[in-house]
């Protein structure tokens, strides 16, 4: 079987995932800081019902939710059916240009009356983007494994206002969804969340998840970032290719033993040095470089929290599958910028909140 080429890496992205595209009409205010915002309580799918009744049988000209509700065959629009209408509004499915009537959107359109083959897929994509926390769950895991149902109802719960007792219902919404949108792939007996980014940003701009990180995320200019990965090429050209430009991103200095610490004495006592004093730091894991799990556990002992990267899932550790993961793909040709970003994000997240990169939380999760 022939082995892809590595395509080489882009230096920015214009993600798809910022800034969220704007409903062209709303009928509430958005919620105030602090309050929690419920998730669509249908899938993605089942939420285009009513949308495709009013193109089907009321040519998509607006109407009232009542008229909505004869069309599919309900005597009102009160109950379960006022919550789809909620659900088709938070997909950007269903708008609203008066109080008292619906009609379906640009994005309904695109998927239920496509004029290209890439309409549907865009149209779904541009939906997942738009639904409260579904969105935010989504950028959070992109290019990440969905964790095990432990951890990832403990994230939504801490991260997301989810409760418990929704969990169930949330994780079913997302999957089904996600999975219409083409954004699920399974590796073994994991669930990977595909990053679909595809285009560049203009030099500067960041995502809006990056933004959001960094109005809660304080950094100094002094704190740094220690990079632990292989020396020998490619992997040893993604320091400057990658990492570098990440931590920079982020906020941090970026240091690595054999660029910047390596000075008289033993390499191990500058390696640990930089280690200890790093705030947050960042392994390579692809090729499973025994310095590398060395230098892992050194930070390990120390608890400091780790972004953790590799290009196949094999290489990383089955102990260490509990932390969070970027995993990237050398075969997409926007995948040096995606991982940029990626990382960038990941390291003011785990500064935010050290205990989802710490490997001692993990295990102690298990028990």
Not at 66 to 85: N, Q
Not at 102 to 113: E, M, V
Request: proline share 7%; charged share 25%.
């Amino acid at each position: 079987m022939a082995t892809k080429k590595p395509v080489p890496a882009t230096s920015a992205i214009k993600s798809k995932l910022a800034p969220r595209t704007k409903r062209k009409a709303a009928s509430s205010a958005p919620p105030r800081r602090g309050e929690r915002v419920a998730f669509p309580k249908h899938s993605l799918p089942r939420a285009l019902r009513i949308a495709s009744a009013i193109l089907e049988q009321n040519a998509g000209k607006p109407c009232t939710r009542d008229e909505a509700a004869k069309i599919l065959g309900l005597r009102s629009a009160a109950g379960a059916f006022g919550v789809e209408i909620a659900s088709g509004v938070k997909y950007g499915l269903l708008e609203q240009p008066q109080p008292s009537q619906i009609q379906p959107s640009a994005i309904a359109r695109k998927i239920l009356r496509p004029q290209s083959s890439s309409d549907p897929l865009e149209g779904y994509r541009e939906a997942i983007l738009l639904a409260p926390v579904v969105s935010d769950v989504y950028q959070h895991y992109r290019g990440e494994n969905i964790p095990d149902d432990q951890f990832f109802q403990n994230a939504l719960a801490e991260k997301y206002k989810v409760p418990a007792e929704s969990f169930a219902e949330f994780k079913q919404v997302f999957i089904e969804s996600l999975e219409a949108a083409q954004l699920l792939s399974p590796h073994g007996d994991k669930t990977r969340v595909i990053d679909f980014s595809s285009t560049t940003l203009p030099a500067g701009a960041t995502t809006e998840r990056m933004k959001k990180l960094e109005r809660t995320v304080s950094v100094s200019s002094s704190d740094s970032c220690f990079v632990m990965q292989p020396f020998a090429a490619p992997l040893g050209g993604y320091y400057d290719l990658i990492y570098r430009p990440a931590i920079e991103k982020a906020g941090l200095r970026p240091v690595r033993a054999d660029a910047d610490i390596f000075a008289t004495g033993k390499i191990m006592d500058q390696v640990w040095s930089g280690i200890n004093a790093a705030r947050v730091l960042v392994a390579e894991l692809t090729t499973r470089n025994p310095n590398v799990y060395y230098e892992l556990g050194l930070a390990h002992a120390l608890k400091k929290p780790v972004v953790l990267v590799s290009a196949k899932e094999e290489d990383v550790p089955f102990d260490l599958q509990h932390i969070r993961v970027i995993y990237y793909d050398t075969a997409d040709p926007f995948w040096g910028a995606k991982l940029i970003e990626k990382v960038a994000e990941n390291i003011l997240s785990a500064v935010k909140n050290p205990e989802e990169a710490i490997f001692r939380n993990s295990i102690a999760a298990l028990g």
